[in-house]
């Protein structure tokens, strides 16, 4: 099986609409990969940044959202001279199907990286069929 290269894409800005949001700022799409073996998928999501008290990962009706937040930086007296870095909260949703277990989703962040377990189904797993001689 051939596997497909992805191209990096630089972080980018969700846009609001009108009414959206509670808090000031620019909120980012985090950039993720999506792993899976014979047991569960994996998705890791980079929020760097944020502390794993500020992150909540809802489910409601198939849909898994992830919401990062930064803490405000308190800045002393100096003046930004060049800036190639934007800080600002992260949103993302994913829509999920029936091969995920959902009530043993698992997630654990460590060093800005959301990690989230999304464990198979038991039917959904593979599984070897044992042949059986019929004499």
Do not use: C
Not at 12 to 21: F, L, P
Not at 68 to 74: A, C, D, F, L, V
């Amino acid at each position: 099986m051939a596997t497909k290269e992805m191209e990096l894409k630089e972080k980018h800005e969700v846009k609001k609409t009108a009414g959206e949001g509670t808090r000031p700022g620019p909120v980012f799409v985090p950039a993720v990969d999506i792993l899976e073996n014979m047991n569960e998928i994996i998705i890791l999501a980079d929020m760097p940044g944020v502390e794993s008290k500020n992150v909540d990962v809802d489910l409601r009706d198939n849909q898994l959202t992830i919401i990062g937040r930064i803490e405000p930086i308190e800045k002393e007296k100096e003046i930004s001279l060049y800036k190639e870095f934007n800080w600002g909260d992260y949103f993302r949703q994913f829509t999920l199907s029936n091969v995920i277990d959902q009530s043993k989703i698992t997630a654990k962040m460590d060093n800005g990286v959301l990690k989230l377990v999304l464990p198979k189904v038991e039917k959904a797993k593979p599984q070897k069929i044992k042949v059986v001689s019929s004499s």
